[in-house]
């Protein structure tokens, strides 16, 4: 997939957009309740690397639906949400909005303490936008969390137009007490694609809310995609480049999957947009292709995510997570050696 093409991006974006650049503030010191330790032989460095750092022992983290939903899906900024989303595809059945969230980290923590019983949890509040809410409301939603036995912290879902200073003025008093995170959802750097897929937030707004998170000593962490519309490997490229340029500490990638129901399979259907369609193989290496490009303190927590085959129309690989992990590993050693 690699052409040899380097593409080149800044903190703000891709030249033909609007966005501005926002500089880099260092950051206050961090909660840490351990000493680093190494990060082993993996070819880069890895979400329980960075988990290491910062607690003794096995951490896990438990999904929370918290009842919230999105300011493009409310009117707020649009309708109907992002293109490509079904939420069904990524909350557990423990995820009801039906039950509390120390009920669902209670449920949460029984799945888990079968097999680890001495296993320790960070709540994470996924579903949506996890602070659309009032600061007082996300305040008592999180300190419920946190009360909950064994939970030690927080990680918190949500799009980085959706963070005003006062709550993160909060979570920075927080993060002097507990492990706290900050995950963005940017999906990329190409804000013609951000527009195309119904986000309703710009690179700008990444790029701005990294650096307020930063500056006050937040953990922090992006999210991106894979394969969306109309995107190519220089799209890609010029994505990883202005990630590498922003203060985050971890980064989730994913392939693109295209769900039943949405309106992104209906225009891939009516032949309005088209996305990629990779096998294993062809998208492992664009994520070594890519991992090249990224800075080595940047922790990787995942290159893909599974949907409920039921929803699930592309691409169906039929492998697990860490399957898909060790195929990319093999890959990136084979290409080392050649």
């Known amino acids: 997939m690699s052409d040899g093409t380097t593409s080149k991006a800044s903190p703000a974006g891709f030249a033909d957009s609007n966005d501005r650049t926002v500089g880099l503030i260092p950051a206050a010191k961090p ?12 070819p880069y460095r890895d979400f329980s690397d960075f988990l290491g750092e910062h607690f003794a022992g ?18 707020s900024k649009g309708h109907g949400g992002c293109t490509y989303c079904n939420n069904q595809t990524f909350n557990p059945e423990y995820c009801s909005t039906s039950a509390s969230i120390t ?33 007082e409301r996300l305040r008592a939603m999180y300190e419920e969390a946190l009360s909950v036995p064994d939970v030690v912290g927080l990680i918190i879902g949500t799009r980085p137009d959706c963070v005003p200073n006062a709550l993160l003025d909060y979570l920075a008093e927080l993060s002097r007490r507990t492990f706290v995170m900050v995950e963005y959802g940017a999906e990329t750097a190409n804000d013609r694609t951000l ?17 307020r998170t930063h500056a006050r000593g937040i953990f922090c962490g992006l999210h991106l995609i894979l394969g ?9 490229r010029a994505t990883i480049d202005a990630v590498a340029a922003l203060p985050i500490d971890t980064l989730k990638l994913h392939q693109l999957q295209l769900i039943r129901g949405t309106r992104l399979a209906r225009q891939v259907a009516d032949g309005e947009v088209t996305v990629a369609q990779w096998s294993a193989e062809e998208y492992a290496d664009v994520c070594i ?15 893909v995510s ?18 898909f992990t060790h195929l990319l590993h093999r890959r990136l050693t084979a290409k080392s050696n050649s």
């Not at 909660?31 to 993996?42: D, N």
């Not at 096995?58 to 009117?75: E, H, L, M, W, Y």
């Not at 599974?306 to 399957?323: D, F, M, T, V, Y």
Request: glycine share 4%; net charge positive; aromatic share 12%.
């Open 195 to 211: 527009q195309l897929i119904n986000r309703g937030h710009s690179w700008a707004d990444t790029a701005d809310a990294v650096a």
């Open 103 to 135: 009920e669902q980290l209670e449920k949460g923590k029984a799945f888990f303490a079968r097999k680890y019983p001495t296993m320790r949890y960070l709540a994470y509040f996924q579903a949506y936008t996890n602070t659309y809410a009032s600061v």
């Open 58 to 75: 096995k951490v896990q983290k438990i999904s929370i639906n918290a009842g919230f939903t999105c300011p493009n899906r409310d009117g």
């Open 306 to 323: 599974q949907s409920p085959a039921s929803l699930l129309i592309s691409p169906r690989w039929g492998l697990k997570n860490h399957e």
């Open 289 to 303: 292709d890519l991992l090249h490009r990224l800075p080595p303190h940047i922790a990787v927590e995942r290159f």
């Open 228 to 236: 969306l519309p109309n995107e190519t490997i220089h799209d890609f």
């Open 31 to 42: 909660f840490s309740v351990s000493k680093p330790q190494p990060a082993g032989t993996k």
